[in-house]
Every structure is written in structure tokens, then in C-alpha cells.
């Protein structure tokens, strides 16, 4: 199996996510909890982009520069085919008894995929013991196992450990992995559920390029670049891939690999609160026609146009909505993102939007939100908040009511064990092989001033699935209307709001000039010209005068 659908994060699906942004930044005004990790440690945990000296033109050319270095810094290291995979296990072991908790801590903040996953070494081991049973069952696993062990040791002693600690394993004449050269072996040949569950832990995948790899390596067939058919015997029947740990029911919840096949009007989804399955509104649904009843030629695609703007023709909010959801990582649901799976507790949050920018050409993308902020700040009124996405660097300009804030980010690489990794803007064909189930009569939440539930406006519409996502399409305006991802999220588009046009190119002005030195009063993560730079700051008193006030 080349991808691991417990890692399939399309954010494109869900790009916008201001006020967790917004509350992050808040946090960085808490302080550095004591740490014993060097600067040169913290500085490279807290760079999630590789610098140049540490990139390759592909996977191959990447691992082959980083055995140099590698090379370079460990006499005793031995190229990963010379491990066996029960050597391999020892080393992460001992790794993991000698990491650094400092490092952790930053991962988990920022959520980095280098963070160690499992809450304990005794975890790890029971998981090596599964892979290493399913391997003895099916040979032809034991190669991807070990390839996968030689990453993910090379990543925990780059990532996990702090210098001093690696100097005293060196001390001890610790052979430490090189990364394999080759492209990612293929893990599986259909034989059965146990080996698939097997390639799911053995493979470590960037799924999230399935959606957000560059637009030409998409259309260059790249692999790893495009969905594979949930359709496909080795997949269909085995889902959902992370067992539904919240028990939601075939309303909230259908993926498309799961038995019996989800029908009309399930997985549909609506606006969500919380993880209980009661705890949402469950949007009306009438099945009118099964696909073979429905003249496919009113059928619109699930495609983006190449080039968009969302708004409303009076210019109020609402053009475009959104629920984010998405892992919590804080008690009051400041910091959260859309992550691949509902293993842990969710957030949840609403949003308008005056307009919503799109240009594949460009790849780029912005959303100009009206956010109602919680927790803490539930009282404070609404701010206003501009998403910009171009090639791999976001940036979030803020309006905190009395002063002006940007964030420069740079989400490339959050979902790979193995960087470098880049996350692009979603490709306007995502959803090109999705699966038609049928025309159906759906409330489309938000939409033209109506609301939610039962008070949804009511239209006619054509429901496609794709893995755990579900999108319909108005036959009338030939759009993208509603899209719903239950741990990712809910989209409303007007069907009357869009226009396959920019008018003003500069909407994708990048670096945004409020994020350079003498724009915005609060700059974060920002250098002079607006790039993204880990840990510069400037500003931050305003933050903390407005945390005051409220």
C-alpha cells in the first residue's frame, strides 16, 4: 500500500483556519519553559522547512544528501540494508530512553510530524511486535518494514535527541541508520486484512499530496500525487481506516472503502459541536434519483474552476462558511488544525467569509474571514482575518480590533516523517475520481442568508464520495456547492457567488506588505521582508495589553 490513509490530510479541503492561528500567537506570550536542550537544538526542533544544504530534488536525491551528512558526523554509521529489523527496533529503543522531553514539547505545540506519536517505549514495542508478526506471515513486507524502521530511527536521532546526548551514544560506539536511497517500496499485494493493517503502520506516506502536491507533478502522474480507488479490493470493505473511534453513525459518518457502501444521504454530515454523535445538525436529505436514473449530462463534475472568486453580489459575508475541525491540543480550542484521522478529541468552530480567492496557475489561494473567536475571548467582538496561501508559505494579517497583526507560517512539511516535505494550495481536480452516488435533496447549510439544520436552503443536488470526503454539485450553476469531512470539516459555497475571474491580481500580493518590517505592529515568525522566519517576532506588548483588556 503507497499511502497510509490514517495520514491523508487535504487541507485544501479545509485551508482556512484563522482564529486558531490567531490563538496560537497569544501563546507565545506565556514564555520558554525551562529547557536543557542546547540553541542550536531548539532552533533546528523549531524549523519545520530544511535548509538548503539539507534538500534533494526528489526522495532519492534527498536521502542521498542526508547520508552525507550523516556520513559526516557518525564513524560508525552502517547503510540501512546491513539492519536487520529486530536491530533497528533495539536502536529506536534506545533512542527513545535517551529523548529529549524540551524537543517533544515543541512538536506537540507546533504540530510538527516528528512528534512521537505513541505515549511510551512499551507502545512501540507492542506496535514493532504486530508489524514483526505480519512480516513473518507475508516476506515480502520485511524490505518496506526495514526501510520504514531505517527512516523513522534516522528522524528520532536527528530530531529526538539533544547534541550531548548523541556525543555520549557516540561514546559508546552506537551504530547509527543511513535512510535508504531508493523510491518508497510499495507495501502489499492484496492478500488480506492483517497485511493491510500491516502496510498501514509500515508505510510512512505524505497522503496529504494526494491533494496538495504542485498542480504539474499532479498532472505529470507523479506517484503518491492522486487518491488511489477506494474501490480497489485491498482497500474496499477495510474501512474506516482509524475504527470510527467515536462511534458516529452513517449520517455523520461513510467512507467510501467501508461495508455496506454508503448510499444517498449518508455521510452527509452538518454543523457540528463536539465529538458525541448526537451533537450536531444532522442536515436534511431526500435520495430523489440512484445515478442510473439521472441523465449524466446535467451531472457537474466535483472540479474547482482554475481560477475563482467566491462573494456575494452585496458584498455582505457569506459567500463562502466554513466548520473547522480538527485535533485539540489546548482546553479552550485556541491552536487546532485539521489533522487525518479522529483518534483524539476534536474542536470545532464556525466562520464567514466576505470572499475567497483562488488561482491554480498562481498556486495560490486567500480567504477573508469574519471570525467570533471562544474560550477566553468569547466576549471580545469579531475580528477580521485574511488567509493567504502562495506555494508552500501561508500568511494570517489579522484586524484585533484596535491593531494589526501577521503571522507568517509555513505549514510545508507538518504532515511527513521524512522531510523535506511541501503542502501546496488544493488542486482544482481533487476530486476528479470520486465516486457519483446519486441526486439528492440536501439543505445546504448558511447559504443565502438561511441557516442550519432544518433551516438549511433546501436544493437539489448531486452527492460524489472520495475516501472519507463528501462534495455535491448544483446541476443549475455547474459548482461546487457543499463539501463535509467529518474530522476535517463542512463548506458552503453560494452557487450564485462565483466568478471564474480575479479581478485584482494583487489579492495574491506575497509577501503581504503588512507583514514586512513597518506594517503590521505585531509581526510573528516574520523576518524584515516577510517571509517566514521561526521565532522573530515583534510586537508582542500589543498582545499582551490586548489579553489584558479582555
Given at each position: 500500500?503507497?499511502?497510509?490513509?490514517?495520514?491523508?490530510?487535504?487541507r485544501?479541503?479545509?485551508?482556512?483556519?484563522?482564529a486558531?492561528?490567531?490563538?496560537?500567537a497569544?501563546?507565545?506570550?506565556?514564555?520558554?519553559?525551562?529547557?536543557s536542550?542546547?540553541?542550536?537544538?531548539?532552533?533546528?526542533?523549531?524549523?519545520?522547512?530544511?535548509?538548503?544544504?539539507?534538500?534533494?530534488?526528489?526522495?532519492?536525491?534527498?536521502?542521498?544528501?542526508?547520508?552525507?551528512?550523516?556520513?559526516?558526523a557518525e564513524k560508525?554509521?552502517?547503510?540501512?540494508?546491513?539492519?536487520?529489523?529486530?536491530?533497528?527496533?533495539?536502536?529506536?529503543?534506545?533512542?527513545?530512553?535517551?529523548?529529549?522531553?524540551?524537543?517533544?514539547?515543541i512538536?506537540?505545540g507546533?504540530?510538527?510530524?516528528?512528534?512521537?506519536?505513541?505515549?511510551?517505549?512499551?507502545d512501540?514495542?507492542?506496535?514493532?511486535?504486530?508489524?514483526?508478526?505480519a512480516?513473518?506471515?507475508?516476506?515480502?513486507?520485511?524490505?518496506?518494514?526495514?526501510?520504514?524502521?531505517?527512516?523513522?530511527?534516522?528522524?528520532?536521532?536527528?530530531?529526538?535527541?539533544?547534541?550531548d546526548?548523541?556525543?555520549?551514544?557516540?561514546a559508546?560506539?552506537t551504530?547509527?541508520?543511513l535512510?535508504?536511497?531508493?523510491?518508497?517500496?510499495?507495501?502489499?499485494?492484496?492478500?488480506?486484512?492483517?497485511?493491510?493493517?500491516?502496510?498501514v503502520?509500515i508505510?510512512?506516506?505524505n497522503?496529504?499530496?494526494?491533494?496538495?502536491?504542485?498542480?504539474?507533478?499532479h498532472?505529470?502522474?507523479?506517484?503518491?500525487?492522486?487518491?488511489?480507488n477506494?474501490?480497489?479490493?485491498?482497500?474496499?470493505?477495510?474501512?474506516?481506516?482509524?475504527?470510527?473511534?467515536h462511534?458516529?453513525?452513517?449520517?455523520?459518518?461513510?467512507?467510501?472503502?467501508?461495508?455496506?457502501?454508503?448510499?444517498?444521504c449518508?455521510?452527509?454530515?452538518?454543523?457540528?459541536w463536539?465529538?458525541?454523535?448526537?451533537?450536531?445538525?444532522?442536515?436534511?436529505?431526500?435520495?430523489?434519483?440512484?445515478?442510473?436514473?439521472?441523465?449524466?449530462?446535467?451531472?457537474?463534475?466535483?472540479?474547482?474552476p482554475?481560477?475563482?472568486?467566491?462573494?456575494?453580489?452585496?458584498?455582505?459575508?457569506?459567500?463562502?462558511?466554513d466548520?473547522?475541525?480538527?485535533?485539540?491540543?489546548?482546553?479552550f480550542?485556541f491552536?487546532?488544525?485539521?489533522?487525518?484521522?479522529?483518534?483524539?478529541?476534536?474542536?470545532?468552530?464556525?466562520?464567514?467569509?466576505?470572499?475567497k480567492?483562488?488561482?491554480?496557475?498562481?498556486?495560490?489561494?486567500r480567504?477573508?474571514?469574519?471570525?467570533?473567536?471562544?474560550?477566553?475571548?468569547?466576549?471580545?467582538?469579531?475580528?477580521t482575518a485574511?488567509?493567504?496561501m502562495?506555494?508552500?508559505?501561508?500568511?494570517?494579517?489579522?484586524?484585533?480590533?484596535?491593531?494589526?497583526q501577521?503571522?507568517?507560517?509555513?505549514?510545508?512539511?507538518?504532515?511527513?516523517t521524512?522531510?523535506?516535505?511541501?503542502?501546496?494550495?488544493w488542486?482544482?481536480?481533487t476530486?476528479?475520481?470520486?465516486?457519483?452516488?446519486g441526486?439528492?435533496?440536501?439543505?445546504?447549510?448558511?447559504?443565502?442568508?438561511?441557516?442550519?439544520?432544518?433551516?438549511?436552503?433546501?436544493?437539489?443536488?448531486d452527492?460524489f464520495?472520495?475516501w472519507?470526503?463528501?462534495?455535491?454539485?448544483?446541476?443549475?450553476?455547474?459548482?461546487?456547492?457543499?463539501?463535509?469531512k467529518p474530522?476535517?470539516?463542512?463548506?458552503?459555497y453560494?452557487?450564485?457567488a462565483?466568478?471564474?475571474?480575479?479581478?485584482?491580481?494583487?489579492?495574491?500580493?506575497?509577501?503581504?506588505?503588512?507583514?514586512?518590517?513597518?506594517?503590521a505592529?505585531?509581526?510573528?515568525?516574520?523576518?524584515?521582508?516577510?517571509h517566514?522566519?521561526?521565532?522573530?517576532?515583534?510586537?508582542?506588548?500589543?498582545?499582551?495589553?490586548?489579553?489584558?483588556?479582555?
Amino acid at each position: 500500500r503507497v499511502t497510509n490513509l490514517q495520514h491523508f490530510e487535504p487541507r485544501g479541503v479545509m485551508l482556512s483556519r484563522p482564529a486558531a492561528v490567531v490563538a496560537a500567537a497569544f501563546a507565545l506570550l506565556a514564555g520558554p519553559s525551562a529547557a536543557s536542550p542546547a540553541l542550536e537544538d531548539l532552533q533546528r526542533a523549531r524549523e519545520k522547512k530544511p535548509r538548503d544544504a539539507y534538500r534533494g530534488h526528489d526522495q532519492a536525491a534527498m536521502s542521498r544528501v542526508l547520508n552525507e551528512h550523516t556520513r559526516k558526523a557518525e564513524k560508525n554509521a552502517r547503510s540501512c540494508q546491513t539492519w536487520s529489523t529486530a536491530e533497528l527496533q533495539d536502536f529506536m529503543a534506545k533512542v527513545h530512553s535517551e529523548s529529549s522531553e524540551n524537543l517533544q514539547e515543541i512538536y506537540s505545540g507546533a504540530k510538527d510530524r516528528r512528534l512521537m506519536k505513541k505515549n511510551s517505549i512499551e507502545d512501540y514495542r507492542a506496535h514493532w511486535e504486530e508489524l514483526n508478526s505480519a512480516s513473518q506471515r507475508y516476506p515480502h513486507l520485511v524490505e518496506p518494514q526495514r526501510e520504514s524502521h531505517c527512516r523513522q530511527a534516522v528522524m528520532w536521532w536527528v530530531h529526538h535527541l539533544t547534541e550531548d546526548r548523541r556525543m555520549a551514544l557516540r561514546a559508546q560506539n552506537t551504530s547509527v541508520p543511513l535512510l535508504p536511497e531508493g523510491e518508497k517500496l510499495k507495501c502489499g499485494q492484496g492478500l488480506g486484512e492483517d497485511e493491510r493493517r500491516a502496510c498501514v503502520g509500515i508505510n510512512e506516506p505524505n497522503s496529504c499530496d494526494w491533494c496538495h502536491s504542485t498542480q504539474a507533478r499532479h498532472d505529470a502522474g507523479v506517484p503518491g500525487t492522486s487518491p488511489p480507488n477506494a474501490l480497489d479490493p485491498q482497500f474496499h470493505g477495510k474501512g474506516p481506516d482509524d475504527g470510527n473511534p467515536h462511534g458516529w453513525d452513517r449520517k455523520r459518518r461513510c467512507d467510501q472503502d467501508q461495508l455496506p457502501p454508503c448510499q444517498m444521504c449518508e455521510g452527509i454530515g452538518g454543523r457540528a459541536w463536539s465529538d458525541k454523535n448526537e451533537d450536531i445538525e444532522i442536515t436534511p436529505c431526500t435520495p430523489l434519483a440512484t445515478p442510473d436514473k439521472v441523465n449524466m449530462s446535467t451531472v457537474a463534475p466535483p472540479l474547482y474552476p482554475k481560477k475563482f472568486t467566491v462573494r456575494r453580489k452585496d458584498g455582505q459575508q457569506g459567500g463562502y462558511s466554513d466548520t473547522l475541525i480538527g485535533w485539540k491540543t489546548d482546553p479552550f480550542c485556541f491552536g487546532f488544525f485539521p489533522q487525518n484521522d479522529s483518534i483524539k478529541p476534536l474542536c470545532y468552530r464556525s466562520q464567514d467569509a466576505y470572499v475567497k480567492y483562488y488561482d491554480i496557475e498562481r498556486e495560490a489561494a486567500r480567504t477573508d474571514y469574519n471570525v467570533k473567536l471562544t474560550g477566553a475571548f468569547a466576549s471580545a467582538p469579531n475580528i477580521t482575518a485574511e488567509i493567504l496561501m502562495v506555494q508552500e508559505t501561508m500568511w494570517v494579517q489579522n484586524h484585533l480590533w484596535a491593531v494589526d497583526q501577521c503571522i507568517c507560517t509555513n505549514p510545508s512539511g507538518n504532515h511527513c516523517t521524512t522531510p523535506p516535505c511541501k503542502s501546496y494550495v488544493w488542486n482544482w481536480d481533487t476530486f476528479k475520481s470520486a465516486q457519483y452516488l446519486g441526486r439528492e435533496r440536501i439543505g445546504a447549510e448558511w447559504i443565502q442568508n438561511s441557516g442550519t439544520g432544518e433551516s438549511a436552503k433546501m436544493m437539489d443536488l448531486d452527492h460524489f464520495i472520495m475516501w472519507s470526503h463528501h462534495v455535491w454539485t448544483d446541476p443549475v450553476s455547474r459548482r461546487p456547492v457543499r463539501m463535509w469531512k467529518p474530522f476535517n470539516g463542512l463548506q458552503n459555497y453560494d452557487p450564485d457567488a462565483w466568478t471564474e475571474d480575479i479581478q485584482d491580481p494583487s489579492v495574491f500580493e506575497a509577501p503581504p506588505a503588512k507583514c514586512k518590517k513597518g506594517g503590521a505592529k505585531i509581526r510573528i515568525h516574520c523576518d524584515d521582508d516577510g517571509h517566514y522566519k521561526e521565532g522573530n517576532h515583534e510586537g508582542l506588548e500589543h498582545l499582551q495589553s490586548l489579553m489584558d483588556f479582555w
